[in-house]
């Protein structure tokens, strides 16, 4: 007889390890799904290949990874649930990914949903009301089990079938996290990820400039951004000109090699040759200016910036030639550097 099969949202962190190798320790086969998007996870899709096998052989987890992004992108403009402390939806976060891991159920011929949902753990996200609520709206009630937190809800189809043994669920609740890591030990896990972090949706600056996207505030709207645009916002230092340029500098050569990673046709890039110095973006000057001038005050400013940020010479910011590349022209001129007060309010 064949073995029964699971599909567990696999986040990567402490709760979903758990929750996946209590149901493996029960005989049924399980496939971790990471699903990826600009806001957590996006650097796994540079090497999914040793993503899958570090999870394996850290946790011995069988792990597909999905880029949900464009979805993702979509579900931000208007999260029914609302959002969190910062432009984080958790709610329908929650309910957009079981949504789509309901989907792929028949593709893997499982029968139920896994999380590491723990009851009262996050004050949002986790209250049973909320719990109720997720799997109400993601139509997944008698599919999704939790088994971390089991004991303290209704039983699932997988208990009533007699897929796994109720018994051996759990009835972990609230905030601690000292269950989960004597849980872990038991499996031999020992080496497991530090709590929370991880969602730029939930951090306190990143979340900001997110939003500024969803409320049209910005250069790049809701309607015109694309992954690049977000995967831009969350580097470097970003500077928003004074006539509406989207400046991005990179502070490190990472970053630099980032930013030409990131650079898309009507883009304008900007760099210095002569010492080491910043590579900088400005986001989709072909179709933003409507004038020549306000176009050359805003790349002055750039350049300016660039020779800013550039390395000091005797500690102090110093000119220098910038090189500007667009579409159809390359030119180098000198730039003196920008004084500090003068661009402290175009930071973002
Ligand atoms: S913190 Fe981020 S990834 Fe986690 S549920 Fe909230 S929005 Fe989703």
Same mark, same amino acid.
């Given at each position: 007889?064949?073995?029964?099969?699971?599909?567990?949202?696999?986040?990567?962190?402490?709760?979903?390890?758990?929750?996946?190798? =209590? =149901?493996?320790?029960?005989?049924?086969?399980?496939?971790?799904?990471?699903?990826?998007?600009? +806001? +957590?996870?996006?650097?796994?899709?540079?090497?999914?290949?040793?993503?899958?096998?570090?999870?394996?052989?850290? *946790?011995?987890?069988?792990?597909?990874? *999905?880029?949900?992004?464009?979805?993702?992108?979509?579900?931000?403009?208007?999260?029914?649930?609302?959002?969190?402390? *910062?432009?984080?939806?958790?709610?329908?976060?929650?309910?957009?990914?079981?949504?789509?891991?309901?989907?792929?159920?028949?593709?893997?011929?499982?029968?139920?949903?896994?999380?590491?949902? =723990?009851?009262?753990?996050?004050?949002?996200?986790?209250?049973?009301?909320?719990?109720?609520? !997720?799997?109400?709206?993601?139509?997944? @009630?008698?599919?999704?089990?939790?088994?971390?937190?089991?004991? /303290?809800?209704?039983?699932?189809?997988?208990?009533?079938?007699?897929?796994?043994? @109720?018994?051996?669920?759990?009835?972990?609740?609230? @905030?601690?996290?000292?269950?989960?890591?004597?849980?872990?030990?038991?499996?031999?896990?020992?080496? +497991?990820?530090?709590?929370?972090?991880?969602?730029?949706?939930?951090?306190? !600056?990143?979340?900001?400039?997110?939003?500024?996207?969803?409320?049209?505030?910005? =250069?790049?709207?809701?309607?015109?951004?694309?992954?690049?645009?977000?995967?831009?916002?969350?580097?470097?230092?970003? +500077? /928003?000109?004074?006539?509406?340029?989207?400046?991005?500098?990179?502070?490190?050569?990472?970053?630099?090699?980032?930013?030409?990673?990131?650079?898309?046709?009507?883009?304008?890039?900007?760099?210095?040759?002569?010492?080491?110095?910043?590579?900088?973006?400005?986001?989709?000057?072909?179709?933003?200016?409507?004038?020549?001038?306000?176009?050359?005050?805003?790349?002055?400013?750039?350049?300016?910036?660039?020779?800013?940020?550039?390395? $000091? $010479?005797?500690? @102090?910011?110093?000119?220098?030639?910038?090189?500007?590349?667009?579409?159809?022209?390359?030119?180098?001129?000198?730039?003196?550097?920008?004084?500090?007060?003068?661009?402290?309010?175009?930071?973002?």
């Amino acid at each position: 007889m064949s073995r029964v099969r699971a599909i567990s949202l696999f986040s990567g962190g402490l709760d979903s390890i758990c929750a996946t190798r =209590v =149901v493996m320790a029960q005989g049924v086969e399980v496939l971790a799904i990471k699903f990826v998007s600009p +806001f +957590f996870g996006y650097d796994i899709l540079r090497d999914p290949d040793g993503y899958r096998s570090k999870i394996k052989q850290k *946790y011995g987890i069988e792990v597909s990874v *999905y880029d949900i992004s464009e979805e993702y992108l979509q579900m931000l403009r208007s999260p029914s649930h609302g959002f969190g402390k *910062y432009f984080n939806p958790c709610v329908d976060c929650k309910i957009f990914m079981l949504e789509r891991a309901k989907t792929m159920l028949d593709e893997f011929g499982a029968s139920f949903l896994i999380t590491g949902e =723990v009851l009262g753990q996050r004050p949002m996200s986790q209250r049973r009301d909320t719990l109720n609520v !997720i799997e109400r709206d993601s139509a997944t @009630r008698s599919l999704l089990l939790r088994p971390l937190s089991a004991k /303290l809800m209704n039983p699932t189809e997988a208990e009533l079938n007699g897929w796994v043994d @109720r018994e051996k669920l759990l009835d972990f609740s609230g @905030r601690g996290r000292s269950r989960q890591i004597a849980l872990a030990k038991s499996f031999g896990i020992t080496d +497991f990820p530090a709590p929370a972090g991880g969602c730029i949706l939930a951090d306190p !600056i990143l979340s900001t400039r997110i939003a500024r996207v969803y409320n049209n505030d910005f =250069v790049v709207t809701q309607q015109n951004m694309n992954v690049a645009d977000i995967l831009l916002m969350l580097i470097g230092r970003q +500077f /928003l000109l004074p006539n509406r340029g989207w400046l991005v500098l990179g502070r490190e050569e990472k970053e630099n090699d980032r930013l030409e990673e990131l650079q898309e046709p009507g883009d304008i890039k900007l760099f210095i040759e002569e010492r080491p110095g910043p590579v900088a973006l400005l986001r989709r000057a072909a179709e933003l200016y409507d004038n020549a001038d306000a176009r050359g005050r805003d790349l002055e400013a750039a350049a300016g910036l660039v020779t800013r940020y550039a390395k $000091k $010479k005797d500690g @102090r910011p110093t000119g220098g030639n910038v090189i500007i590349i667009d579409d159809a022209a390359h030119s180098e001129s000198f730039y003196e550097p920008l004084m500090d007060g003068t661009f402290r309010d175009w930071i973002i």
